[in-house]
């Protein structure tokens, strides 16, 4: 399989670590890295999760953000929006990764996490969050919506 698939349910400690499930972590370490010491990009991700990147799949998105021609003060404020909620960091020999204060509040994370695969990165959500997004879609409906099947 390619990228970054399946959900994992899992906790954020008291000093706002979480260890990445070891799925992703291998995935991580398939991209380049060297030992369970894994630099990730964060970011704030759409509808209210983090986006986890590895450094060159982050790379690659932003590239493509630069070419956007900047055709009114909102794109500027779009692209200033999002690489500004970019925060690079590793993992520690734990495996785990500390998530920046404010990105757990844009995230609304308290405890309770919920780790989902979406191909060239993974988003971590709140577990409250993630149920009341996903809850009323049906598998059917969302093969539909992308023409899978």
């Given amino acids: 399989m ?5 959900t994992v349910y899992h906790q954020v400690d008291e000093k706002g670590r979480v260890r990445i499930p070891s799925k992703f972590l291998s995935k991580c370490l398939e991209e380049g ?11 704030a991700g759409s509808q209210g999760c983090i986006s986890v990147y590895t450094l060159d799949a982050l790379g690659s998105r932003l590239e493509e953000l630069d ?3 900047e055709t009114s003060a909102e ?3 779009a692209k200033r929006k999002i ?5 690079e ?25 919920v780790t989902v695969g979406m191909g ?15 809850g009323d879609m049906s598998f059917e409906t969302a093969f539909s919506l992308v023409g899978f099947f």
Wanted: hydrophobic residues 40%.
């Fill in 33 to 43: 890295a060297d030992s369970l010491v894994v630099p990730l990009a964060l970011m």
């Fill in 89 to 113: 960091s590793v993992t520690d020999k734990q495996g785990r990764l500390v998530i920046p204060p404010n990105l757990r509040n844009i995230a609304q994370i308290n405890r309770d996490l």
């Fill in 120 to 134: 060239d990165h993974f988003e971590i959500w709140s577990k409250d969050v993630f149920e009341k997004g996903e």
């Fill in 2 to 6: 390619a990228g970054f698939t399946g």
């Fill in 83 to 87: 690489r500004g909620s970019v925060e």
């Fill in 75 to 77: 794109v500027i404020k």
């Fill in 67 to 69: 070419r956007m021609p």
